[in-house]
C-alpha cells in the first residue's frame, strides 16, 4: 500500500478535522501519500481530489466541520456511479480508502468493497453516537456539551420567569444527546424516541415539580420522539393547564459546530491512526472504535445493522434524580 485517499460524508461533526490530520500525519509517518477526497462520494464519483501532507492539515485540530466538505450523493447510491467511483481510485493510483461519517456513510463504503473489493475503513464520525462497535462517535461529546451550555443558560430566564421550557436537540433516531444532556442539566422529564412516553407522564413530572415548588422546568426533547414536535407537546399541555407558561426553544444545527472537546480531539486522533495501521495491517470492510477504552474493529455490516442502545442505568439515574 502507498497511497490512501480520505473523505467526510454526511453531517459534519466537531473533530472531522482532528481525524482527517490523523489519517495524513500517521500516512505519512508510515511513508504513504494522502489524497483528500471533496464533498464526500460526490467528489469520489467526479474525481473531486487534492494531495494532501502534514502541512495542509496544520491548524486544523481545533477547527469545527470539515475542510473536505460534505454531501449526500446521490450518484453514488447507483451501481454505476459506485463503478465510475471506484474506476476514479483506481486511476489516481489510491489503495485504500478512509471514510469519516455515520452509518449512511458506512453503508455507501462497504457496497464500493462489495462491488470493487476497494479496501476501505471507517471512521465513526456523527454527533449522533448511535453506531454500534464504539462507546463515543467523534463529535458525540462537543454537541452535547454545546446543549448543555445552551440549557444552563435557558434555566436563567426560566428560574427568572417561573417557565416551563420545552428544548429541542437533535436526535432523529437516537437519544443519546438528549439523555446525557437531560441528565447533566437536571431536566424534570426526557422525551426519547426509544421510549414510548406519554403525554400525561410528562404532566405528571411537571406536576410533580408544582408541587415541590421548583422554580424552573427543563424537558429534553429529541426531534425523532415518538410523542410529538415540541410544539405540539405545548399545546397538549397547555390544555391540561392553560395558565402554564410555556416555551419551546429548537436548539438546531448550533449543536453542530464548534471547536471540538478535548475528548472528541482525542479520540478522532486515536482513530485516524488506527484506520490507516488497520488498512496497512489488510483490515478492510471494518470501522474502527473505541470500547471500554480499547481499540476495536467491527464489520461494517454489523455497525450499520446493528444500533447503539442507551445507557439504561443513565435513564434510571435520570428518573431519580428527576424529582
Given amino acids: 500500500m502507498k497511497r490512501i485517499a480520505v473523505l467526510t460524508s454526511g453531517g459534519d461533526a466537531p473533530g472531522m478535522n482532528a481525524a482527517i490530520r490523523a489519517v495524513v500525519r500517521s500516512a505519512a509517518f508510515y511513508g504513504l501519500e494522502s489524497v483528500g477526497v471533496y464533498r464526500g462520494y460526490d467528489g469520489l464519483v467526479e474525481a473531486d481530489f487534492v494531495p494532501l501532507d502534514s502541512k495542509s492539515v496544520r491548524n486544523i485540530l481545533a477547527q469545527g466541520g470539515t475542510m473536505l466538505k460534505s454531501a449526500r450523493s446521490q450518484a453514488f447510491r447507483t451501481p454505476e456511479g459506485r463503478a465510475t467511483a471506484a474506476a476514479n481510485l483506481a486511476a489516481q493510483g489510491i489503495d485504500g480508502l478512509v471514510v469519516i461519517g455515520g452509518d449512511g456513510t458506512f453503508t455507501g463504503a462497504h457496497k464500493l468493497f462489495e462491488e470493487h473489493q476497494v479496501p476501505v475503513v471507517g471512521i465513526p464520525g456523527t454527533i449522533d453516537n448511535d453506531l454500534y462497535g464504539t462507546d463515543y462517535t467523534i463529535g458525540y461529546d462537543t454537541a452535547s456539551n454545546t446543549v448543555v451550555e445552551s440549557i444552563d443558560k435557558i434555566r436563567d430566564t426560566a ?41 400525561e407522564e410528562l404532566q405528571a413530572a411537571i406536576d410533580q415539580g408544582a408541587e415541590r415548588k421548583k422554580t424552573s422546568n427543563i424537558v429534553v426533547v429529541a426531534e425523532g420522539n415518538r410523542l410529538g414536535t415540541p410544539f405540539e407537546l405545548a399545546d397538549a399541555l397547555k390544555k391540561h393547564n392553560p395558565d402554564l407558561d410555556v416555551k419551546v426553544t429548537i436548539l438546531g444545527h448550533i449543536q453542530r459546530g464548534g471547536s471540538p472537546s ?56 435520570a428518573r431519580i434524580l428527576s424529582i
Wanted: overall charge negative; proline content about 2%; hydrophobic content about 50%.
Fill in 159 to 199: 428560574n427568572s420567569h417561573n417557565r416551563l421550557f420545552l428544548v429541542e436537540v437533535m436526535g432523529r433516531d437516537a437519544g443519546f444527546i438528549a439523555l446525557s444532556s437531560g441528565l447533566a442539566t437536571g431536566a424534570i422529564s426526557i422525551v426519547l424516541p426509544e421510549r414510548n412516553t406519554t403525554i
Fill in 262 to 317: 478535548m475528548l472528541d480531539r482525542v479520540n478522532a486522533s486515536r482513530l485516524g491512526v488506527a484506520a490507516v495501521e488497520a488498512l496497512l495491517n489488510g483490515k478492510s470492510d471494518v470501522m474502527v472504535g473505541i470500547v471500554s477504552g480499547q481499540l476495536a474493529h467491527t464489520h461494517l455490516p454489523m455497525a450499520i445493522l446493528n444500533k447503539a442502545s442507551l445507557d439504561e442505568d443513565l435513564l434510571r439515574i
